[in-house]
């Protein structure tokens, strides 16, 4: 399947008249939003009438791979509820900004490796309340995603560099097999700031709406689930090393879940550069032999998928790169100054300040989280302590190292 731009499909079927019907809505305003730029639009012009084009294909392809079939009943009563071609193309760039844009940020992460899992004479027993309690920090949840992943990335299956120069069984490994050696990343499948209680208000109104976009995909629970540092919970995130690492924040890389529990079709925007350049498989089964340990969730994949898909189909990767490529370009000026695409949209700011790092995730307090301040409580757990004596120093094991912990915009625009 092709991941380039492309138009709404003219054949469309559906056993739902109620979906057909809201296609065809789109499609006539796709029509005529292309007869408007084929009529010598010129100069900021054009950009607007892209954006415009970008936003009602949103929602057209959001009917065609919709998550799940409720999603696209959901969709296609919005569709239906817009009177005119201005909100439906309103309802496109909510979508965008609420759907889109919230997934395609970049987390921080450092790539060390917690050396302390990397000896051969210790391991982090099943009894061990190490194994929740590393569930719920960025630092904590990579060290049990790289045991749960048998140290090394979930895709490409190459070993984690640290890993292999520490734990003889690993270097013995990539030797008979001829495994390349890399760093590792924790990628998030929902992005961390979606679960910060921010005290600014507009911040706090922005998450809200995404949330609301996946409730009504008729996902109700998946906010309560990912709440608060639960974020971090092994279900939400991904071994990679760091080039399949960045093009899964970017919207390049993602995982289609299939008919068969943890096996997934692997698709990308760039599919010479990730299948022969880098040899990736093009299915993939996500599998660990510490059953106590989730794998990534099928659920999470397919949203995110979802977004992918859409945001390639409808051309706002390609508007966007536009936008990126033009240093000249005052983006803010030139759409805001068109009436069409009012401002009184909510956006998600796309400054560095917009998830600003004091507000949204503190350095200061998620390394104090990490620190596993609570000395008594872990004392009480006999082979926690027995696991952490060799090392002296416990709580600077899984200490966060963090340079930064502000997720960051990909597109620093506003598109409306």
Same mark, same amino acid.
């Given at each position: 399947?092709?991941?380039?731009?492309?138009?709404?499909?003219?054949? $469309?079927?559906?056993?739902?008249?109620? /979906?057909?019907?809201?296609?065809?809505?789109?499609?006539?305003?796709?029509?005529?939003?292309?007869?408007?730029?084929?009529?010598?639009?010129?100069?900021?012009?054009?950009?607007?009438?892209?954006?415009?084009?970008?936003?009602?294909?949103?929602?057209?392809?959001?009917?065609?791979?919709?998550?799940?079939?409720?999603?696209?009943?959901?969709?296609?009563?919005?569709?239906?509820?817009?009177?005119?071609?201005?909100?439906?193309?309103?309802?496109?760039?909510?979508?965008?900004?609420?759907?889109?844009?919230?997934?395609?940020?970049?987390?921080?992460?450092?790539?060390?490796?917690?050396?302390?899992?990397?000896?051969?004479?210790?391991?982090?027993?099943?009894?061990?309340?190490?194994?929740?309690?590393?569930?719920?920090?960025?630092?904590?949840?990579?060290?049990?995603?790289?045991?749960?992943?048998?140290?090394?990335?979930?895709?490409?299956?190459?070993?984690?560099?640290?890993?292999?120069?520490?734990?003889?069984? =690993?270097?013995?490994?990539? /030797?008979?097999?001829?495994?390349?050696?890399?760093?590792?990343?924790?990628?998030?499948?929902?992005?961390?700031?979606?679960?910060?209680?921010?005290?600014?208000?507009?911040?706090?109104?922005?998450?809200?709406?995404?949330?609301?976009?996946?409730?009504?995909?008729?996902?109700?629970? /998946?906010?309560?689930?990912?709440?608060?540092?639960?974020?971090?919970?092994?279900?939400?995130?991904?071994?990679?090393?760091?080039?399949?690492?960045?093009? $899964?924040?970017?919207?390049?890389?993602?995982?289609?879940?299939?008919?068969?529990?943890?096996?997934?079709?692997?698709?990308?925007?760039?599919?010479?550069?990730?299948?022969?350049?880098?040899?990736?498989?093009?299915?993939?089964?996500?599998?660990?032999?510490?059953?106590?340990?989730?794998?990534?969730?099928?659920?999470?994949?397919? /949203?995110?998928?979802?977004?992918?898909?859409?945001?390639?189909?409808?051309?706002?990767?390609?508007?966007?790169?536009?936008?990126?490529?033009?240093?000249? =370009?005052?983006?803010?000026?030139?759409?805001?100054?068109?009436?069409?695409?009012?401002?009184?949209?909510?956006?998600?700011?796309?400054?560095?300040?917009?998830?600003?790092?004091?507000?949204?995730?503190?350095?200061?307090?998620?390394?104090?989280?990490?620190? =596993?301040?609570?000395?008594?409580? =872990?004392?009480?757990?006999?082979?926690?302590?027995?696991?952490?004596?060799?090392?002296?120093?416990?709580?600077?094991?899984?200490?966060?190292?963090?340079?930064?912990?502000?997720?960051?915009?990909?597109?620093?625009?506003?598109?409306?």
């Amino acid at each position: 399947m092709s991941y380039e731009p492309q138009h709404l499909p003219g054949d $469309f079927t559906h056993q739902s008249p109620s /979906i057909v019907g809201a296609m065809d809505k789109c499609r006539q305003a796709e029509a005529a939003i292309t007869r408007d730029l084929e009529n010598n639009a010129a100069g900021s012009a054009v950009l607007v009438l892209e954006k415009k084009l970008v936003n009602v294909r949103i929602l057209g392809h959001l009917l065609t791979v919709g998550p799940t079939s409720a999603a696209q009943a959901y969709i296609a009563q919005m569709i239906s509820s817009c009177q005119d071609e201005q909100a439906l193309i309103e309802l496109g760039e909510a979508y965008d900004k609420y759907f889109i844009r919230a997934f395609a940020v970049h987390g921080i992460d450092t790539g060390i490796s917690p050396r302390h899992l990397y000896r051969d004479s210790f391991t982090i027993p099943k009894t061990s309340s190490l194994r929740k309690l590393m569930h719920y920090s960025r630092y904590r949840a990579k060290s049990l995603a790289l045991i749960r992943d048998n140290y090394r990335c979930m895709v490409a299956g190459r070993i984690d560099g640290t890993a292999a120069n520490s734990m003889e069984a =690993l270097a013995r490994e990539m /030797i008979d097999r001829r495994i390349i050696a890399e760093a590792t990343r924790c990628a998030y499948i929902f992005p961390e700031y979606l679960a910060v209680d921010t005290g600014n208000e507009a911040k706090r109104r922005d998450i809200a709406k995404v949330w609301d976009v996946i409730k009504g995909f008729g996902y109700p629970k /998946i906010q309560e689930e990912l709440k608060g540092a639960q974020i971090h919970s092994l279900c939400n995130i991904l071994t990679l090393e760091p080039t399949l690492c960045s093009f $899964f924040d970017e919207l390049r890389l993602w995982f289609v879940p299939t008919e068969t529990p943890n096996h997934y079709l692997v698709e990308t925007s760039m599919p010479f550069t990730l299948f022969k350049s880098r040899e990736v498989p093009r299915v993939i089964e996500f599998k660990t032999t510490e059953p106590d340990l989730d794998l990534p969730s099928a659920e999470y994949l397919n /949203i995110r998928a979802t977004c992918c898909r859409v945001y390639h189909m409808s051309g706002a990767a390609e508007y966007f790169d536009k936008l990126d490529d033009d240093n000249d =370009l005052d983006a803010d000026d030139d759409l805001d100054a068109d009436d069409d695409l009012d401002a009184d949209n909510d956006d998600l700011d796309a400054d560095n300040d917009d998830l600003d790092a004091d507000d949204e995730l503190d350095a200061d307090e998620l390394a104090a989280d990490d620190e =596993l301040a609570a000395d008594d409580e =872990l004392a009480a757990d006999g082979d926690l302590v027995a696991y952490a004596a060799p090392t002296h120093r416990f709580a600077e094991m899984l200490a966060a190292r963090l340079h930064g912990t502000c997720p960051t915009d990909v597109r620093q625009v506003k598109v409306a």
